[in-house]
């Protein structure tokens, strides 16, 4: 029994070791964080490192995860409108994969080794899809699951949250350089991203480096205040609301007497 | 000039949704309506997502109509009576709406809802209008406005609280003030409008107020319907950016003075046969996401973000 502790727990650290054993990839990412502020709108992460001479580079770039909620429209009298919906958990908000070659040139069994995916078959696998009925919520099978998880995929596509992209990665020797775009809604919080060097057909290095994104300033405090503390967001609505307005006619009033020499035309009756 | 709204959490062109405010600014100088209407949609149009576009269109407005209603209520235009009754249904229709909103959100038919509402209030709108300024330009007059609505005066006469407004000097029912300010509230609240165009045709066909006193007191009612739609949003959809209703502000005050001064050298019969077809087409517009095949049978359920 002791003997079988001892052997998992070799197992386990075995497991949490770099794949491979290898770090003979090291790199940096710049900047290492992403604030999202007022003038935000995406940003373009430099990625640079050295890896073994002759190695293809890849590089994965993996968010946390984002539930997501799904309709399916379809047509009711004509009209199209949502006829079902779930709510998608497990799939990371951003996944992007770029290599110096082809990825799908990566071999199966590296794949499963680096979590590399290019048809997002195992994140789709891992989802839990789920959907209300009446008072409980019920998983999908797979069969039923699959369609909604291939509508994700295609909605992440087109906002470029999910890439797969082929030639991405220059190689120079033993240095290698690449450019992650980072679209605007990318979530919140710390994405990983992981370098593998892979030279005749095995991995001979990876190392994996964070990248923080977290808003900041008006942003921050503004999409904050609004979902945990929506009363006093509510109030501070109202009032900015008023004062902008009756400070503006006031304004404009002002302003038409000097320039116009008359009383201010009443903008709104 | 790109701006990053934090409620929304997408980043917008703020020219553009300064232009559009602009815009709608200068339809509400030159027409004298509010313009939310064209708004929610424009707003739709652009990509944000619908439930956000209604609360920061709310939200919006209270800074649009709260120094013309004060101007109103200065100037003896407000019938307070008839306006604190109104607001009563007013504030119980914009707060059940944001519920509404809530529970069409939550199975994913919320922009359904706003697109079919939209639909069916630009059409009537739009028509009427264009219609009016057909036969104003053909110089045909309509007959007495007071002899139409025969049967229903008659109804609301028979309606019971009748009471006297003083300042408006008519007789209504209680209970259709009421009931018209639910039904403008409830409104308000699902397509993120001021609901002028109700209430001041309501006001002055149906319960015969002056145009001058029902306009001062739709203003007055506006600014607080607004006002509550705008917290109940913010409590139950989180859904308020006030960054977005700030940028829509500026371009629209700017707007309304430039449409002011257009007014005065432009012809009206002409301008409304243009505001009548501008509405039309955003309500053809809104019909035809009605009616064709979305690109993909899948979407986010709250329109937009992934939140």
């Known amino acids: 029994m002791r003997r079988l502790a001892w052997l998992s727990l070799l197992v386990l650290v075995w497991a949490l070791l770099p794949v491979g054993g290898a770090v003979a990839a090291s790199f940096t990412v710049t900047p290492q964080t992403i604030e999202v502020g007022t003038g935000f709108h995406g940003a373009r992460i430099k990625v640079s490192g050295k890896v073994p001479e002759g190695s293809d580079v ?28 779930v709510t998608v958990r497990g799939m990371p908000g951003m996944y992007q994969v770029l290599a110096s070659g082809a990825v799908r040139d990566l071999p199966p069994e590296l794949r499963a080794q680096t979590g590399i995916d290019p048809d997002y078959a195992a994140l789709r696998a891992n989802a ?30 087109r906002r470029g949250l999910y890439a797969v992209r082929d030639n991405a990665v220059r190689v120079q020797g033993e240095s290698f350089e690449a450019e992650v775009l980072i679209p605007a809604d990318i979530p919140k919080g710390e994405t990983q991203i992981t370098v593998y060097a892979v030279k005749d057909g095995s991995l001979v290095g990876n190392n994996v480096q964070p990248l923080h ?57 | 000039m790109e701006v990053y709204l934090p409620v929304a959490g997408m980043p917008v062109n703020g020219l553009l949704i300064a232009g559009l405010g602009g815009l709608v600014g200068i339809m509400s100088g030159l ?34 109509s709260c120094s013309g209603a004060a101007a109103h209520k200065r100037l003896g235009n407000v019938d307070m009576k008839l306006g604190l009754i109104y607001l009563v249904g007013g504030i119980l229709g914009g707060t059940v709406g944001a519920q509404t909103v809530k529970v069409l959100r939550g199975v994913g038919n919320y922009d359904f809802a706003v697109k079919l509402i939209y639909v069916v209030v630009l059409t009537l709108i739009g028509g009427f209008m264009f219609v009016e300024s057909l036969n104003a330009l053909r110089g045909r007059r309509k007959g007495n406005p007071e002899a139409r609505p025969h049967r229903f005066r008659q109804f609301l006469a028979w309606l019971p609280f009748q009471t006297e407004f003083r300042v408006s000097g008519i007789r209504a029912s209680v ?40 306009v001062g007191t739709d203003l007055f009612q506006i600014v607080f319907t607004s006002m509550n739609v705008t917290f109940q949003q913010a409590i139950t959809n989180h859904t308020v950016d006030v960054v977005l209703a700030v940028i829509l502000f500026a371009g629209s005050t700017i707007g309304a003075q430039v449409g002011a001064r257009l007014s005065k050298r432009l012809r009206g019969e002409q301008l409304r046969i243009l505001l009548s077809i501008i509405v039309l087409a955003v309500m053809v517009n809104m019909l035809i996401g009605l009616l064709t095949t979305p690109a993909d049978l899948i979407t986010f359920t709250r329109g937009g973000g992934g939140h």
């Open chain 1, 58 to 85: 890849y590089i994965k770039v993996v968010s946390p995860d984002r539930p997501a909620g799904l309709s399916k429209q379809g047509r009711k009298g004509g009209l199209w409108m949502a006829v079902e919906t």
């Open chain 1, 128 to 157: 839990r899809v789920t959907e209300k009925q009446e008072d409980k919520t019920v998983e999908l099978p797979p069969e039923r699951a699959g369609e909604f998880t291939a509508g994700l995929v295609r909605l992440y596509e």
């Open chain 1, 213 to 269: 994104v977290e808003s900041v300033g008006l942003v921050r405090m503004m999409a904050n205040m609004a979902q945990t503390n929506p009363v006093t967001y509510g109030l501070l609505a109202v009032g900015v609301a008023l004062a902008a307005g009756l400070s503006i006619s006031w304004a404009f009033r002002q302003l038409n007497r000097l320039i116009f020499k008359e009383e201010g035309v009443s903008a709104h009756h």
């Open chain 2, 31 to 64: 027409f004298g309506v509010g313009g939310g209407f064209l708004l929610t949609p424009l707003l739709i149009m652009v990509g944000i997502p619908p439930a956000v576009a209604a609360a920061s269109d709310s939200n919006q407005i209270v800074a649009a």
């Open chain 2, 175 to 214: 209970l259709f003030v009421v009931g018209l300010g639910f039904l403008v509230g409830w409104l308000a609240a699902m397509m993120g409008v001021g609901g002028g165009f109700i209430t001041l045709p309501a006001m002055i066909y149906l319960l015969g107020v002056p145009t001058i006193v029902a």
